[in-house]
């Protein structure tokens, strides 16, 4: 049923779990209780689990010789139902609890520390799909003009000031000016609020620009650029996207050329 | 019809220049054609202005022996029409066009010096009702508990990290995590973007912190905080607003404590 070094994937929301999970031989494939993951694909072994439980879930990874974990895609903060709780979550709990309060990434820190603590490896989905990583290659459409580069580095350096706070993976500026900055309910509702903007105060079609916190734990939260990303960035009115190579992952290239062509969109890949 | 220091408020949006204007003897109202500006009070003398023609502007002023002007309340970027022009808005038109890329004060730290340079003295709204200004006196029902002086400090590091980048008057922070931070549409904007916050990300009622930046001129952007804000924090989930003393003004008092009381919300001043 399993090799010495089976890989478990924990699903998150979004496409970047199936993309993992697509790159391993026979994957355990872990959805959390009311996480929104995508359904298991057929290759794989299903493993529902419940944050209460997880001295459960550990138990049954081992039993299906998984070594290895990789968790992948976005998850909710859970609220815990205090009656369910297993021994495991409930020592783990004051961790928890203070790691809710100290940033987007102290709680994934802390959960990587669990699982390494249970004996397993925490991989990141870049460690087990290294052609997700957003290369030079990978740009659309044409090269940012002036303009547009001093929009991506009026952007990064909203992100670069902001990086030492663990705060925001993304950015929105136009014509020098800063429409939105991306806080814990994520890029796609950033796009949304800048979508938003009243008419007066555009000037032209801006950039998006995603790139990874210092410091930031890839392992665990890797930015991603999907096709949804750049149907947001269209409905905002922005001119394109870029991120850094090696930094951010792309989800379905093919659509994401698609979805650029359609919208007269580029990826920068800097 | 005026004494030898009258003083014009040059009327942006909101209820901050009838508060500045209600400080004055005998003002001049300037009102911009499409720029929302509230309506001339009765004690004040109404001045219709474009920003295509601010040399037309400069000699209305003078003749109604104004010598000093009050910018109060947010202004749009303006989109001039270029048929239109007089000589002093033309000869601007490079400085503007290059203010316009430089951040959300540039722009007005521009339109000041031109002012300047056509003889006016440029005071804050703070200089003509100093009332207005924040007062630890000011604050409104019980002071902040540890966690909420603690998400009050996260959003003041928040700020202060995008001080220098002219970005950010406000942000929302809430059990330790960031839901949002200001950027060019507004306070209003961004505690609509915080009431958007799917119930799953919230984790109690957060705090609003609204500041001015470094080295803003306070002159020309002072920032504000009215019956409107508190409402749109009350929509938001907030527990309450904090402010520093002396840093932002406050329009309304009554009304403040009206629906700070209605809405059980905290104003803090710091």
Known sequence: MSGPARTAVIAGAGQLPLAVAAALEAPVFVTFAGSGA??????AQPLAARFERLGA???????AGVS????????????LDPARLDAVTADFLPQFQAAMAAGDDALLRAVVALFEGAGFTVAG??????????????AIGPAPDAAQMADIARAEAVLAALSPLDVGQAAVAE??????????QGTD??????????AGLRRGRGVLVKR??????LRVDMPTIGPRSLEGAARAGLAGV????????????????????????????L
């Open 38 to 43: 995508a359904p298991c694909p057929p290759h």
């Open 57 to 63: 879930l550990f138990e049954a990874l081992h039993a």
């Open 68 to 79: 290895r974990v990789v968790p992948a895609g976005a998850m909710q903060r859970p609220v």
């Open 125 to 138: 989905p870049a460690e087990i799909a290294p052609d997700l990583l957003a290369a030079p290659a990978d």
């Open 175 to 184: 014509a020098g000016l800063v429409l939105g900055i991306e806080t814990l």
């Open 189 to 198: 509702a950033l796009l949304d609020f800048v979508a938003a903007t009243p």
């Open 212 to 217: 990874a916190k210092a410091g930031q734990d």
């Open 242 to 269: 870029a991120v850094r190579a090696g930094e951010v992952l792309l989800l379905d290239r093919a659509q994401l050329a698609h979805v650029a062509a359609r919208h007269d969109l580029f990826l920068a890949v």
